[in-house]
C-alpha cells in the first residue's frame, strides 16, 4: 500500500467518523466569504512589508482576486471594474476603495490559477481560496510574483516547459547528483553561518559543477530557468505569507528545507517533469537564501539573467573543487542514491502517445478549429498519485497528462470542465487545437448516448462524461462524430 493510498483511506475515515459524530445534529458550512475576506485584510494590512521583499513586486499595489469555487470571487483593484463586479465597503483603512465582489463562479477561468484573469481592460492573477490562510497566501504571493515575472525577468518569453526536457536526460547518475544536491542544500540552511555553510556550499557547486558539464546545453538552460522563475516565486510566495501572518523569518527556512526533501516521485509525470521542474522550487529558493545569508545584493542580477549557481559562486568566493567531490559523495550517499537511481529508472516508451490512449477504453476529442488570431486559453492543475508517471511525448507541442485534478476551458462559445481524467492536449496541427479525454464509459449528450450528428441553430448542448462536462453553444458546434468509442466534437470559433 503507497503512502498516497493509506492517506486517501485515512482522510475517508475522517470524513464517515465526521458524518457520524454530526449526524442529527444543525451543522453550518462556513460561507466563502468568511475565509476570503480575512485573508484578505492580511494581505492589505502586509502590503508595505511584503513589498519590500522584493525590489518592485507590489502584488497589493498591482491588484489581485481570490476565489472559491462555486462563488464568490473577491477582486483588490486601483480602478473600479466593469459589472458584474460590485464595489464594497471596507472598514479596513488599506481596503477603502478597493475591493469588489462578484457572485458565482469566475467564468472561463482556466484552473485554480490564472496569472491574467481578465477585468475589464486589465488582468489579475486570481487564485482559489484554499483550506488553511498560509497555504492560500503563499498561492496568491507565489503566482502573483509569477505576473510581476512577466515583466521584470529576462527570459520568461521564453518556452521553459520541462516538455523541452528529453526523458533521458534524466540518467540515473543525473538524478543522484540532482538528490545529492537537495541534501547539501538542505545542511547548508540547517548550519551555522560561517566555515560549515562555506564548506557546504563548496560542495554544492562541485556537485553542481559536474552535473552542469554532463547536460546539453538545452537542458542545462532550462534548468536554470526554472530555478530562476520557479525558486525565486517559491521563495517569495513563503517569506510573503511568513510576513502577512507574523511569522518568525526562521519558518521560511524551514518551509524551503522541506522542500528540498519533497519525494519528488510522488510527483508524477515522468523523471524530466520531477527533476528538472519540481526540484528546482527548492533548489531555487534555498540558493537565493544563502545569498541573502552571505549578505549580498543579488536580486537585480538573477532578474536580469543571471544563475543561481553562478551568483553563489562569485558571493561565496567559491567554485567548484573537483578534489572535494569523492569528500561530497561520500558524505551525503551518492552510491546508495545511485543505486535507488537505477532500480526507478523507467525505460523510455517507443510510443508514448500510444501508451497514453490505452489509459481507458473510451476516447472524447474536442477539436477545436480557430478563425483569425483566436486562441483558446487552458489551464491545469496537477494531481498525481503514487509514483505514476505519464508517458512523455517526443514532440512539444504535445502535453500528456495521465491524471488532473482539474482542467478547465473559458471561451464565449464554450466551457469545459474536467476533474480526475487523463487528458492529451495536442496543439500539433494548429489552427487546429484537439483536447483529449480519457474516459471508462461511453460520452453522452444532453443525458443520451452520443451519436454522430449536426446540431441545430441556436441549441445549447451539454456533453458529458466521467468527470468531464463540456457546454458548447450552437453555431460552435459544427458536428458531433461518432466512431467506435472515439467521440469528436468538431467546433470552430469566430473571433
Keep these: 500500500m503507497t503512502a498516497n493510498i493509506a492517506r486517501s483511506m485515512l482522510t475517508a475515515s475522517h470524513v464517515l467518523i465526521m458524518i457520524l459524530l454530526t449526524s442529527g445534529c444543525a451543522t453550518t458550512r462556513p460561507r466563502p ?6 485573508t484578505i485584510v492580511a494581505v492589505s494590512r502586509a502590503a508595505t512589508s511584503v513589498d519590500s521583499i522584493w525590489p518592485g513586486y507590489r502584488p497589493f499595489e498591482r491588484g489581485f482576486i481570490l476565489f472559491s469555487r462555486e462563488g464568490p470571487a473577491w477582486l483588490v483593484a486601483e480602478s473600479s471594474p466593469p459589472a458584474p463586479w460590485i464595489a464594497v465597503s471596507s472598514a479596513e483603512p488599506g481596503l477603502t476603495g478597493r475591493l469588489y465582489r462578484r457572485e458565482g463562479p469566475l467564468p472561463g477561468l482556466n484552473g485554480g490559477i490564472d496569472l491574467g484573469y481578465p477585468v475589464g481592460a486589465r488582468t489579475y492573477p486570481a487564485v482559489e481560496n484554499e483550506r488553511g490562510r498560509k497555504k492560500t497566501l503563499t498561492t496568491l504571493f507565489h503566482e502573483a510574483f509569477h505576473a510581476y515575472q512577466r515583466g521584470t525577468f529576462a527570459g520568461t518569453e ?6 523541452s526536457v528529453p526523458p533521458d536526460a534524466a540518467t540515473p547518475n543525473i538524478v ?10 538542505a545542511s547548508a540552511l540547517e548550519a551555522p553561518p560561517g566555515v560549515a555553510t562555506d564548506s557546504l556550499i563548496a560542495a554544492f557547486l562541485t556537485v553542481r559543477s559536474e552535473r552542469m558539464a554532463a547536460l546539453p546545453d538545452s537542458v542545462r538552460s532550462v534548468d536554470r530557468r526554472f530555478e530562476r ?3 525565486t516565486a517559491h521563495l517569495v510566495g513563503y517569506r510573503a505569507s511568513a510576513t502577512a501572518l507574523h511569522a518568525d523569518s526562521a519558518e521560511t527556512r524551514e518551509d524551503i ?3 528540498l526533501r519533497w519525494n519528488l516521485s510522488v510527483f508524477g509525470g515522468g523523471p ?15 540558493m537565493g537564501l544563502l545569498l541573502d545569508r552571505l549578505g549580498v545584493s543579488w536580486q537585480h542580477d538573477l532578474a536580469a539573467g543571471a544563475s543561481f549557481d553562478s551568483l553563489l559562486g562569485r558571493a561565496a568566493h567559491i567554485g567548484g573543487d573537483p578534489s572535494m567531490l569523492g569528500i561530497a559523495r561520500r558524505r551525503f550517499g551518492y552510491d546508495s542514491l545511485l543505486r535507488r537511481a537505477g532500480r526507478d529508472a523507467v525505460p523510455r516508451s517507443e510510443d508514448p502517445i500510444g501508451d497514453f490512449l490505452s489509459l481507458e477504453p473510451y ?6 478549429r480557430c478563425d483569425s488570431a483566436c486562441t483558446p486559453r487552458v489551464g491545469v492543475s496537477f494531481s498525481f498519485v503514487g509514483k505514476g508517471r505519464s508517458p512523455t511525448s517526443p514532440v512539444t507541442a504535445v502535453m500528456l497528462l495521465p491524471l488532473v485534478k482539474r482542467a478547465s476551458m473559458g471561451l464565449p462559445e464554450l466551457d ?10 495536442d496543439s500539433r496541427e494548429l489552427p487546429i487545437y484537439r483536447v483529449v479525454i480519457m474516459l471508462p464509459s461511453a460520452v453522452r449528450i444532453d443525458g443520451t448516448l452520443a451519436t454522430s450528428m449536426s446540431p441545430q441553430q441556436g441549441v445549447t448542448h451539454r456533453i458529458t462524461g466521467k468527470g468531464t462536462e463540456i457546454v458548447v453553444r450552437s453555431p460552435a458546434l459544427e458536428s458531433v462524430e461518432v466512431a467506435g468509442r472515439v467521440t469528436t466534437l468538431h467546433i470552430r470559433i469566430r473571433s
Design 416 to 425: 469545459l470542465a474536467i476533474e480526475g481524467r487523463p487528458l492529451m492536449i
Design 363 to 368: 476516447r472524447l476529442i474536442v477539436e477545436i
Design 272 to 286: 524530466e517533469n520531477f527533476y528538472f521542474r519540481w526540484r528546482s522550487y527548492g533548489t531555487g529558493a534555498a
Design 176 to 185: 543522484a547528483a540532482i538528490e545529492m544536491e537537495r541534501r547539501i542544500l
Design 158 to 163: 521564453q518556452q521553459s516547459g520541462w516538455q
Design 229 to 231: 522563475i520557479e525558486g
Design 257 to 259: 528545507i522541506r522542500t
Design 33 to 38: 466569504d468568511d475565509q476570503i475576506l480575512p
